[in-house]
Each structure stands twice: as C-alpha cells, then as structure tokens.
C-alpha cells in the first residue's frame, strides 16, 4: 500500500475512534490493526477502548417507538446519499456525513450514537431492515424483523398516543373547557 492510501486510512481510523466508534467496526473499515487502534484510541480518550462484540443487528435494539423514529431519520439520510439501490458494501463516508446530519437534527437528545448507526446501515445492506412509505405522514421509515417496535409508522403512532394522553387528560380535569374546535386524528403532514 501506498503511503498516501496508508495516511488515508489512517485519518480515517481516526475520524471513526473520535466518535468513539468500536474498535472492530474501524477495523473492518480501514483495516487498520486492532493493536494499533487500540493505541490511538487511548491516546485520543485517556483510556483504552471498550471491550465486546459487534452491536447486535441495529434494528434489533430498537425497542420504542422513539428509537424507532430516530433510527428511521438515520436510515432515511443515509438513503438519500448512497442512493435508494444501497450498495453492496457500507458507504463509511455517507455514513459519516448522514450521522452528522442526524446528530444536527437530532439536537441534544440523539439516541443513535455512531455504532448504532453504523449497525442500522449494515441492517440496511444486508436486507435485515427496509425503509417503507406511510402515505399519510409521507414520510419513510424503517421496519425490521428483528425489531422490538411494532411493523408500523412511528409518527403515526407517536401521534396517535399524544392524541390519546391529550383526550385522557381533558377527561380528568374539571377546568378544561370542552374541545370545539377542528381537531383532526390525522398527524401534521410532513415534508419529505
Ligand atoms: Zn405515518
């Protein structure tokens, strides 16, 4: 290997320690030694790197409706670098720039962090997860087998149970004034 590809895979490795990705999955992308990554992620944390598996299969690990809901937005910016047709092999780079993305838009609650998304895209590439289309939302979102989260729209759910605590609510207090207004079961149309 040359040098130049040597230092490219080098900064790579340390664009995904930074955040504080697992030492197998910079390995399985840059091919750097476990040794040496090890090495430098102590130098760039002040302690060594976590021990363990892979993430288990992302969507497996998504458990609530919420985490559903975040792992759909990951998916769907990823999608939209690489493409509908997913490539045959993870794109790290759309990867990186999609969790930057997400990380922006998830604000300071996010409830992916870089491993998570990177499982979430391997779930993709391999066919464990799909993203499908809620046409009353229009928006997509991501299913998986393997998921603890029912086969179903997140925002149409979480929508529907806010509509439920709001109406259990009004039901509970005396000073409530009766809802007249327009109130619609639909959920807020979104932009793609
Ligand atoms: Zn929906």
Avoid: K
């Avoid at 690990?61 to 509908?84: C, N, W």
């Avoid at 759309?94 to 979430?120: R, S, T």
């Avoid at 149970?161 to 959920?187: I, K, M, N």
């Amino acid at each position: 290997m040359g040098l130049l590809a040597e230092q490219a895979r080098v900064e790579l490795a340390l664009r995904l320690l930074a955040r504080r990705a697992r030492i197998s999955i910079v390995h399985q992308e840059t091919g750097v030694s476990r040794n040496r990554l090890r090495t430098l992620y102590r130098e760039l944390h002040g302690h060594p790197a976590p021990c363990g598996q892979l993430p288990a299969l992302g969507c497996a690990a998504i458990l609530t409706r919420r985490q559903q809901l975040h792992a759909s937005l990951l998916a769907r910016l990823y999608a939209r670098l690489v493409g509908d047709a997913l490539p045959a092999r993870l794109d790290i780079q759309a990867l990186l720039a999609a969790h930057d993305l997400y990380l922006e838009l998830a604000g300071e609650a996010p409830a992916l962090d870089f491993n998570g998304a990177w499982a979430v895209a391997r779930d993709l590439r391999v066919g464990a997860s799909r993203l499908l289309f809620c046409p009353r939302c229009q928006v997509r979102y991501l299913v998986s087998e393997n998921s603890g989260a029912p086969a179903s729209c997140p925002l149409c759910a979480l929508y529907a149970r806010r509509e439920v605590g709001r109406r259990s609510l009004g039901r509970g207090s005396d000073a409530s004034p009766p809802c007249h207004g327009t109130a619609t079961s639909d959920p807020p149309r979104l932009i793609r």
